[in-house]
């Protein structure tokens, strides 16, 4: 059987048909990160001065700690570019959109705290619990929190792919890049981002939806029993 699976593997068909899955898959990964970095990259910005003004910007989570327990500079600056844009007058309103599939795991709200201690009024701050990808932030923002166009903030190549499906879902969306991380810290970042690019057109082919919809909640409406204790969803808390 060994020696049988030894010819297989050298013989020069084999050979030849493992580099045409490689140079495939190759070129499907270089043309997919192409399109998703180009077709909206004009409606992408750098400069908050030349940010066009929308009511709602929409914060895409992370994790505010890193796998060794350190600060997460992902989350650190999506938080300091939020910021700025609220106080600059650039967006009114922030929308958080985070995973928060268990109790000891909540990006919305992480992310609300860490915007409350800089300066972000609570009342202009409405939280998506469950924005477990992208696609289910940029569709979630429009079909349950009534928004079609919004700014987006998170990193650059994050908001090229957040845009990118937005756009192809006949949403608004433009993107303000806060600021990156530097190559070798999100090295493992970017391959994976590589791949996410590939579920994009994955995703559109078979008509992936969000993972979870609702009710509609109107922005600024929401409430919270205190700015500063953890909040227990119902759904999560039975």
């Known amino acids: ?12 068909t084999f050979r030849w048909s493992v580099l045409l899955v490689v140079l495939l898959s190759g070129t499907a990964i270089w043309w997919c990160d192409r399109q998703v970095r180009l077709t909206y990259s004009v409606l992408l910005y750098d400069r908050i001065e ?14 505010q700690r890193n796998r060794g327990g350190g600060p997460n500079p992902y989350f650190t600056h999506r938080i300091n570019a939020a910021a700025a844009l609220y106080h600059a007058g650039k967006v009114d309103h922030l929308l958080l959109s985070g995973d928060n599939r268990h109790l000891s795991y909540n990006e919305p709200w992480a992310m609300r705290r860490a915007l409350i201690e800089r300066g972000v009024d609570s009342t202009r701050i409405t939280l998506d619990f469950a924005g477990f990808r992208t696609l289910d932030s940029m569709v979630r923002a429009r079909e349950v929190f009534g928004q079609r166009r919004f700014t987006v903030i998170s990193q650059r190549f994050h908001n090229e792919r957040a845009v990118y499906i937005a756009r192809e879902r006949d949403i608004e969306a433009i993107g303000f890049n806060a600021t990156d991380v530097g190559t070798a810290a999100g090295l493992r970042t970017q391959l994976r981002e590589k791949l996410a690019r590939v579920k994009v057109y994955i995703d559109a082919l078979l008509g992936i939806q969000p993972h979870f919809l609702g009710e509609p909640v109107t922005i600024g409406e929401q409430r919270f029993p205190s700015d500063h204790a953890p909040l227990v969803p119902e759904a999560q808390a039975r």
Request: charged share 20%.
């Open 1 to 12: 059987m060994i020696a049988r699976c030894w010819r297989l593997c050298s013989s020069r």
């Open 50 to 63: 030349e940010l066009p003004h929308n009511r709602v910007g929409l914060v895409l989570g992370t994790a």
